[in-house]
DNA sequence: TTGTCCTTCCCCAGATCAGGGGAAGGCGCG
DNA sequence: CGCGCCTTCCCCTGATCTGGGGAAGGACAA
């Protein structure tokens, strides 16, 4: 990481942000952002609900196509430590310990992402989700300072960043809100906490058929085609929290 | 809102957040914000699905009591129009179209609440959603430049504060990760998105048995009682992205 | 007032899942 | 070189879930 003086950079580059009229300005102000802050990589990556990907950012073709073809979204430490995270995470202090993710950092390095990175996840309404991440090859002392530096940067970055992103792609957000009567909401919660279909009714206090049907309605609602998938759609939209 | 400088206030602050060491800290820093910009409210709400809530800020207690009494949270429009956006908004842009809305708005009036509102939504891992709100009596166009020049400075805030929030009520936070194998992770993926069995067991090419192994480890791991619970626990822990 | 949605109840048959076994080869870590 | 973990295969039975039906009263909104 090469010293780069910061100051103004967020300025200047949220006016860029400002002014993008499309998906190959927000790739071009990925670049921008990693040139303005010295570091290696600026990635936007949106992750969605039913596996699909996409995004822009200064990694290398070959290494999104690898990323891509082995899945990887499915074992990155970075995704599935922010996916439970509230705040943005320095990479080192991910869980890096299990051997799919040392072998997914070792390929990662070796396709020029890193060692240091930053990571900031976005949320939306019904689940949306979606990265931001600036990541360089540098030690933890010199990657330290710079995120105590342009932290606040990063995130304004990331929250602007994603507000274009949504601009522009208007059909990211296909997932319509869902309500969920009191009653479906009751059924999902205990069934997501292992209740058994007879355990629910009786804590709900109603026959069992009853309960199917608050199942059943509430499988349409979310387009699931079993109890399991409803559960998780529900989960994942935020219907019901656990 | 009288004029106020705001240079440096966010520094003063954010080092303000730093030491709290409790929620009457965050009440104190609450008064703090609302002084050193010059507003008149500054407000944290942690809304929980169930109807739980939380939180800290200017508001008069009166107003809170109410508020809680009332069951307000179910109509108020900063509430559902945060809900269903990404972004933060301002209240002006709300939707008080309904009775309800209206005579909410007039009661919250008289209660002291400005009639200028910005409000951040904060969402986490699994639909746990927050509000930091700031708001202020004035006419549109002062409200306007305030949140012209203060935007970032709110959205740094509400990152902060809801940090600190969370940092003092860990229970609000979700467990840790567990490692799943590989195959467990496509299996439970695969369930997540719908599949029954014979079609997860199809899709990986093998055996349907094999597949029951991978679900009753993955189960143990997980403390999970039966397979839906498995997956619901899985998306909770990010072990599964769908 | 009419319609839509929520809540509650009931029947049944076939498909699916859960739970308990046991056994094999492969891989990496100490 | 074990030991542990991952992967793969197989047996079985009983419990549970899924897929269609139909019916009724109450709440709330247009």
């Not at 290696?40 to 999104?64: F, K, M, P, R």
């Not at 994603?162 to 869902?178: F, G, H, S, W």
């Not at 007879?198 to 609602?221: D, N």
Request: glycine content about 8%.
């Amino acid at each position: 990481m090469g010293y780069v003086s910061t100051i103004g950079s967020i300025d200047r580059v949220l006016a860029g942000l400002d002014s993008a009229e499309g998906i190959d300005d927000l790739q071009a102000l990925s670049e921008r952002i990693r040139d303005e802050y010295g570091i290696t990589n600026v990635v936007y990556h949106w992750v969605n609900s039913n596996g699909d990907q996409y995004g822009c950012g200064t990694y290398s073709e070959a290494w999104v196509l690898r990323y891509l073809e082995r899945k990887y979204v499915r074992i990155d430490p970075v995704i599935l430590g922010c996916y439970q995270r509230f705040h943005p995470v320095e990479w080192k202090r991910l869980d890096w310990s299990s051997r799919a993710a040392r072998g997914f950092l070792a390929d990662a390095i070796e396709h020029g992402v890193g060692n240091q990175g930053y990571s900031i996840p976005i949320r939306g309404p019904n689940g949306q989700f979606a990265l931001f991440t600036c990541n360089d090859s540098c030690d933890d002392a010199t990657w330290a300072d710079f995120i105590e530096r342009n932290r606040r940067d990063m995130i304004l970055l990331a929250h602007d960043f994603n507000r274009k992103a949504l601009d522009l792609e208007p059909d990211r957000t296909p997932d319509r809100a869902v309500t969920l009567s009191p009653r479906e909401v009751d059924a999902l919660t205990l069934l997501a906490v292992g209740y058994s279909r007879a355990q629910v009714a009786s804590t709900l206090s109603i026959s069992e058929h009853t309960l199917r049907v608050y199942i059943e309605s509430a499988r349409h609602k979310l387009g699931a085609v079993n109890t399991t998938h409803a559960v998780a759609r529900a989960l994942q939209r935020g219907a019901i929290v656990v």
